[in-house]
């Protein structure tokens, strides 16, 4: 097989330095991250081109040994969402292909896209360099507009037409799970043996159920006889923090005496659609009674999202789409359990009944239901969480490099079997 030396990493939205939980920062930054520094375990050095958000922004940065991340300059530092980048493409592109200009032919090996926006710039400079691009989505428009929550803003068609010419362009397609590979065969015509699923992982070194759950809440100040329900992640329509609140106002109509030992930690910044009413979530929480249960505290580091979920007696993720459920891994990977939607990769994470519950829909009162089975039985925090633990083991970012490198070698190795067929054949 093909020796892999160097790739070109592309996230054009969204910087791996930015702190995961605000603005467009989320799962995909972990993703990247965290890959890239498994396979410069690997021997690979890795070089991420991502949009420069602040003037302040060195050109370079190291991101740690093997992995070097390119700021590109491509419009105004500030003030631009994720909607108006598409302008921004070209000159994205530009910048791109002027650092690649100082290196030596033949240096990338091949480029790997993250989020469409990058896939745009991944296609043209892969045919500049005459190297194979490998995609992935991350999320797509089609899957995210067919299961809407009420009131949020679908994609935009234009995102839908640049999905649909990736997926045609792309040498290699990398789905999170099965299921997403299917829905990118089904929405986008995508052609099966060129789409691979590599499942994301989870660090399992920091995300471990350490120390326990009682000296989580001491270093947290959270009550130490508290129930303990948890949304972690980024506050918006998609993500369905709404229906957490919705479903503990269902446990107080149910049985009022929670009240006295019930705390709902929100744990994330507003991002998206949410952006337009960041304080919906504290007029929600004021509106149903429980403003002096629900707490919200602003994205935190890696570090301490562990302890945060140690501290949970269940993580809540209620979201109407999710390409895989990173955050429901890294809180299984802590020992706590999940309940959550059954909805895109959650499934392959949660395992129903032995690491947590699947909900199907999004009625608060199912929610609520499954709730009450932890409030009233603490035990069953205790040990569906050890079951937990021992599932996210399966997944280890080491595996997600080591699959993902696996697709970059049979990528390689295509391009130069066409490459060397087209040769002989017009010999």
Request: glycine fraction near 10%; proline fraction near 7%.
């Amino acid at each position: 097989m093909p020796h892999i030396r160097r790739v070109a990493m592309l996230s054009v939205h969204t910087s791996p330095l930015d702190q995961p939980g605000t603005g467009d920062a989320g799962g995909m930054n972990v993703y990247i991250v965290e890959l890239s520094r498994q396979l410069a375990a690997l021997g690979i050095e890795v070089e991420i081109f991502t949009r420069a958000t602040s003037g302040a922004a060195e050109p370079v940065a190291e991101l740690g040994p093997g992995v070097l991340v390119r700021h590109v300059d491509a419009g105004p530092y500030e003030g631009l969402n994720k909607e108006e980048l598409p302008a921004q493409l070209c000159a994205f592109t530009h910048g791109v292909m002027q650092i690649w200009a100082g290196h030596r032919p033949g240096y990338f090996d091949l480029v790997h896209s993250h989020y469409w926006l990058s896939g745009h710039v991944g296609w043209l400079a892969s045919q500049r360099w005459g190297v194979p691009l490998v995609h992935a989505m991350h999320t797509m428009a089609k899957v995210k507009n067919a299961a809407l929550a009420a009131g949020d803003t679908p994609e935009p068609a234009a995102r839908v037409i640049g999905e649909t010419q990736i997926v045609r362009a792309a040498d290699r397609l990398i789905a999170n799970t099965t299921e997403e590979a299917a829905e990118l065969v089904t929405h986008y015509a995508a052609d099966p043996p060129r789409t691979a699923v590599v499942h994301p992982g989870v660090n399992l070194d920091r995300f471990t159920p350490g120390d326990g759950r009682a000296a989580a809440r001491a270093r947290l100040g959270l009550p130490p006889g508290a129930f303990v329900p948890l949304f972690a992640g980024r506050i918006q329509p998609l993500k369905a923090p709404d229906i957490l609140l919705h479903a503990v106002r269902e446990l107080l109509d149910a049985d009022p005496s929670l009240r006295s030992r019930l705390v709902v930690p929100v744990v994330g910044g507003p991002s998206g659609s949410g952006l337009a009413r960041p304080e919906r979530m504290q007029k929600l929480a004021a509106r149903l009674g429980i403003a002096d249960l629900v707490h919200f505290h602003p994205p935190v580091s890696q570090g301490d999202l562990a302890d945060w979920y140690r501290a949970a007696n269940v993580l809540v993720m209620p979201s109407y789409s999710e390409s895989f459920g990173l955050v429901a891994a890294e809180a299984q990977a802590c020992g706590t359990p999940v309940v959550a939607a059954a909805v895109g990769g959650l499934p392959v994470v949660v395992r129903d009944g032995h690491t947590g519950f699947l909900i199907d829909g999004h009625d608060p009162v199912h929610y609520a239901r499954a709730l009450r089975r932890f409030a009233d039985h603490p035990a069953l925090s205790e040990r569906l969480g050890a079951a937990a633990a021992r599932h996210a083991r399966r997944f280890g970012w080491d595996a997600t490099a080591a699959d993902t490198l696996d697709v970059y070698r049979a990528v390689v190795e295509a391009r130069r079997f066409t490459r060397g067929g087209l040769r002989s054949g017009h010999g």
